[in-house]
């Protein structure tokens, strides 16, 4: 008993700690050697068919256009954001692929988030019309895939939209089979003498964010300071600075506003949409998990049903929207990789052009996940800062 | 009377509900008025049954679709022999009249030489519920066995590069769980454990899939996987697909098993450490078994996520069944037909969704989840 005890003459395969420190240094070594072998196959794989690990390509020129993207150049005085050319290098395609991923991506957050808890407070509506429409919606959607929607949405919709003459125009909205343009802010000359407050404005507010350590101002501040040198500067130039520019047709093309291509419009289309039905079951879950209580005391406070909602319920159903709100956010950053289906030159897509240029696809793939990867991490730390900021007070963190 | 009533308690309570009724009633004819005059006299709805067959196996060659409502009829009947055995249950009325309404229904799209197995299919698992009470149960785990090797074996005389369609759509679906399966315990049971290498390790792994898109790691698995065998092999691009689509899975199944294994309560593990089961022993007999068990409709959630994304392989270039939809609407007999088609992938994807997600309730219910 007593030397059982002490482990003395238990033989090692009976013994738990042994054992698991045996398997775990077996796991280990399978693991790398798996690694190792992996990497040593492919690599003589790739000599066999005359390809070469390498990164250099990312610095020759790219040689092949995208139809939309912005990058950054240099144009002999500094760098600066611009249309991308096929003059361009690799990385610079990579780059505009990923601005184009963040733009569709962050208008899709912004856009699902609206539908989503709309459509989410819809399915409990005690309007009978508006709470069955509401399920219905949240049940096709997410029982159909993304793919085949975003390609409805491009091949079905868009492409089949009359041509720009015999558009129709809806309240500044024009949809044609160029796409869709919408009412956008745009400069007046006023602009150039106006910038220079603008610009103070937003450098103020970052000093008096960044000196809050020293000295911690009142909050009106923050909206104030912004404000008053906007509004100083409003009062020198004399004249508006922007303008709300509403697109019109001209003969074949769009003047004014901002025209969005049918891929950008058919993929944001489509991963608002899509996204915004797991949201919405998101919302509905965290608004049917408070305590009944809160309703009957808001009701009893004489408080209106939009009242309640705004007041009571929406802020504490926040607390357990946001982590996997969060994973949804996620989820849309990563499923916009499918537009390379529709031709939207987002990050995933140019690397596919780019992989058929230079037969750069293991390097190429290889950078994409890294991305990616990155831009998870990135809206994961930020959601666990969010989360811990809204979080109650002494709840575990 | 009773429709006044109704519509009074539950559209026009409040002056609130009765704007929102109007405005959605409005909107509702603005937008549907349009569709169902597209859907109604404009569709060529025609392109649907004409490439049916297209749709449904794509390349498979015309003679060897037999092969594939064999497989089917084989399952179905297997399906319905256990289902009679374990609950005793006659096949309902309905069952036998549904058969031969689908029958009806379908048989015109179905290649002439085929008839015979559509019938078969169809009748399969009637029969098997059928005769399923009368088969001793020794006699029926071999012979489940048996059904399921034929099956495996059935497609396998036509070259893997000529599989396509709705068909390959679920051969995918069941290929990538059946393997991914395994593998995301095994993650789930490292990231719950004590042992700090093993752990690391799947959370590593874990953490770094579910960081990068599906469609990433199809492509990496589509450019490696090919470099790992032997040139002279051309291995067919189905295979080096679903290896990365399995990896992919495997790390959501990890997430939703130790969901389940973290809410199995710790007096569990205390009591299987008291009666001196080991580690292996207490995860085979005590935990998985009761993690699993609550876990099933998240997994079953996680089934149909692997079903709707199958459709990735068409990027691919695999001929599933958005491929072959997509092929049929580039045919110049069907030009401009993608709406109707594309409705029709929409149709069979949701139904499938649908059913899953049906039978996931059902299974619920008859566990008795979040009741005891």
């Known amino acids: 008993m007593n030397e059982a005890a002490s482990g003395a003459t238990v033989p090692f395969w009976k013994d738990e700690r042994k054992l698991g420190i045996i398997f775990q240094a077996l796991l280990l070594f399978v693991v790398l050697a798996t690694l190792a072998f992996l990497s040593y196959t492919a690599y003589k794989g790739m000599r066999a068919r005359g390809l070469e690990f390498s990164f250099a390509f990312l610095f020759e020129e790219a040689g092949f256009l995208i139809s939309e993207g912005v990058t950054i150049a240099n144009d002999g005085s500094g760098w600066i954001f611009r249309a991308f050319q096929p003059s361009d290098a690799n990385w610079q395609v990579l780059l505009a692929g990923l601005i184009n991923t963040l733009r569709v991506s962050l208008t899709g957050i912004v856009l699902t988030t609206i539908l989503g808890v709309l459509i989410g407070v819809g399915r409990l509506s005690s309007n009978w019309l508006v709470n069955r429409l509401s399920f219905a919606y949240v049940e096709f959607v997410r029982n159909t895939p993304l793919l085949v929607q975003m390609i409805f949405w491009y091949l079905a919709v868009f492409n089949k939209l009359p041509p720009l003459r015999q558009a129709s125009e809806w309240y ?29 404005g937003i450098y103020l507010w970052i000093g008096l964010w960044l000196l809050r350590w020293v000295w911690k101002s009142p909050r009106w501040l923050y909206w104030a300071v912004p404000l008053g040198a906007w509004l100083l500067g409003l009062f020198m130039v004399g004249q508006l600075p922007v303008t ?23 993929v944001l289309l489509a991963l608002t949409i899509y996204t915004a039905s797991y949201i919405a079951e998101i919302v509905r879950g965290a608004i049917q998990s408070l305590p009944k209580g ?34 949804q956010y996620l989820n849309l950053t990563k499923n916009s990789s499918l537009a390379i289906a529709v031709g939207f030159p987002e990050l995933f897509n140019v690397y596919g052009t780019l992989a058929n240029q230079t037969g750069r696809s293991l390097e190429g793939v290889l950078i994409v996940m890294a991305v ?12 666990n800062w969010y989360n811990t900021r809204v979080a109650l007070v002494g709840a575990a963190r | 009377m009773k429709a006044i009533t109704w519509a009074k308690e539950n559209l026009f309570n409040g002056v609130f509900n009765s704007i929102l009724t109007l405005v959605t009633i409005f909107l509702l004819y603005v937008s549907f008025k349009g569709i169902f005059h597209w859907a109604l006299y404009e569709a060529k709805w025609s392109v649907v049954p004409d490439n ?34 374990v609950t005793r249950v006659r096949p309902p009325l309905w069952m036998w009249i549904g058969a031969l309404l689908i029958y009806a229904l379908i048989w015109p799209v179905v290649f002439p030489s085929t008839r015979f197995w559509l019938a078969l299919s169809l009748l399969a698992l009637p029969i098997g519920m059928l005769l399923g009470p009368y088969l001793p149960r020794k006699l029926l785990t071999p012979l489940s066995l048996v059904a399921l090797v034929v099956i495996m074996a059935l497609p396998t005389a036509v070259n893997p590069n000529q599989w396509g369609g709705f068909f390959l759509t679920v051969l995918i679906t069941v290929g990538v769980s059946l393997m991914a399966f395994p593998f995301g315990l095994l993650l789930a049971l490292g990231r719950t454990g004590k042992l700090p290498v093993f752990r690391t390790l799947s959370i590593l792994y874990i953490e770094l899939i579910r960081g990068v898109p599906l469609v990433t790691v199809l492509f990496l698995s589509w450019i490696m996987v090919p470099l790992f065998v032997p040139e002279q092999w051309r291995l067919p691009d ?91 609407t580039k045919n110049p007999k069907y030009l401009g037909t993608d709406r109707e088609v594309l409705l029709f992938v929409m149709f069979v994807y949701f139904v499938g969704a649908a059913l899953m997600s049906y039978a996931s309730r059902r299974l619920e219910r008859a566990m008795g989840l979040g009741t005891r």
């Open chain 1, 172 to 200: 500044g909205f024009i949809l044609s089979n160029k796409g869709m343009a919408i009412p956008w802010v745009a400069t007046t000359p006023a602009w150039t003498q106006f910038s220079p407050y603008f610009y103070g």
């Open chain 1, 244 to 266: 709300l520019s509403i697109p019109a047709k001209q003969g074949f093309r769009v003047a004014g506003g901002a025209l969005l291509s049918p891929e950008f419009s058919s």
């Open chain 1, 294 to 327: 809160q309703w009957e005391a808001a009701s009893s406070l004489g408080l209106s049903y939009g009242q309640t909602l705004r007041l009571i319920i929406l802020p504490q159903a926040l607390r357990i929207i946001v982590p996997p709100l969060g994973n």
């Open chain 1, 372 to 383: 990616y990867l990155f831009i998870s991490l990135s809206i994961s730390a930020f959601i």
């Open chain 2, 52 to 85: 049916m067959r297209l749709l449904m196996v794509g390349p498979f060659p015309p003679e060897q679709v037999w092969r594939v409502w064999a497989m089917l009829a084989l399952t179905l009947l297997v399906a319905g022999l256990l289902y009679g055995n």
């Open chain 2, 238 to 328: 189905l295979i080096s697909v679903s290896i990365g689509f399995s990896m992919f899975a495997a790390a959501y199944l990890a997430e939703y098993v130790r969901g389940g294994i973290q809410g199995v309560p710790k007096g569990q593990y205390e009591a299987a450490w008291a009666l001196g089961l080991s580690g292996s022993q207490s995860a085979r007999f005590i935990i998985l078994p009761q993690a699993i068990r609550s876990v099933i409709p998240a997994l079953i959630g996680q089934e149909i996520a692997i079903f709707k994304d199958t459709s990735l392989v068409y990027i691919l270039g695999l001929f599933d069944l958005l491929y072959m939809a997509l092929t049929v």
